[in-house]
């Protein structure tokens, strides 16, 4: 629970950094697996569960979970949806 100041202050202040550090990890890794597939190289998750066997010298691992990043992201979306919605309620709700 936050006042509505707080929470005007994370939406203008802080959500659009949470957005930018995001979406430039998701497209970082988004951009890598292009350039690896275009050289025909494997591109392996650190957090999957992997046969050392069927793993080549030229994979190129991943060291972020993939399935957390897109939890993460969907939160915010989440928070700051539920975040404008209330907002709007109480800009409604409010007698000037």
Same mark, same amino acid.
């Given at each position: 629970? @936050?006042? !509505?100041?707080?929470? *005007?202050?994370? @939406? @203008?202040?802080? #959500? /659009? =950094? $949470? $957005? $930018?550090? %995001? =979406?430039? *990890? @998701?497209? &970082?890794?988004?951009?890598?697996?292009? $350039?690896? +597939?275009?050289?025909?190289?494997?591109?392996?998750? +650190?957090?999957?569960? !992997?046969?050392? #066997?069927?793993?080549? /010298?030229?994979?190129?691992?991943?060291?972020?979970?993939?399935?957390? %990043?897109?939890?993460?992201?969907?939160?915010?979306?989440? !928070? *700051? =949806?539920?975040?404008? &919605?209330? *907002?709007? %309620?109480?800009? +409604?709700?409010?007698?000037?």
């Amino acid at each position: 629970m @936050r006042s !509505v100041a707080d929470w *005007l202050t994370y @939406r @203008r202040e802080v #959500a /659009p =950094g $949470q $957005q $930018q550090f %995001l =979406g430039s *990890l @998701r497209s &970082g890794v988004e951009g890598l697996r292009k $350039q690896i +597939a275009a050289k025909g190289f494997g591109i392996v998750s +650190a957090t999957a569960t !992997v046969n050392t #066997a069927d793993v080549k /010298p030229t994979d190129v691992w991943v060291n972020i979970s993939e399935k957390e %990043l897109a939890e993460e992201i969907e939160h915010l979306e989440t !928070v *700051l =949806g539920g975040l404008d &919605g209330q *907002l709007s %309620l109480t800009n +409604a709700t409010t007698a000037i």
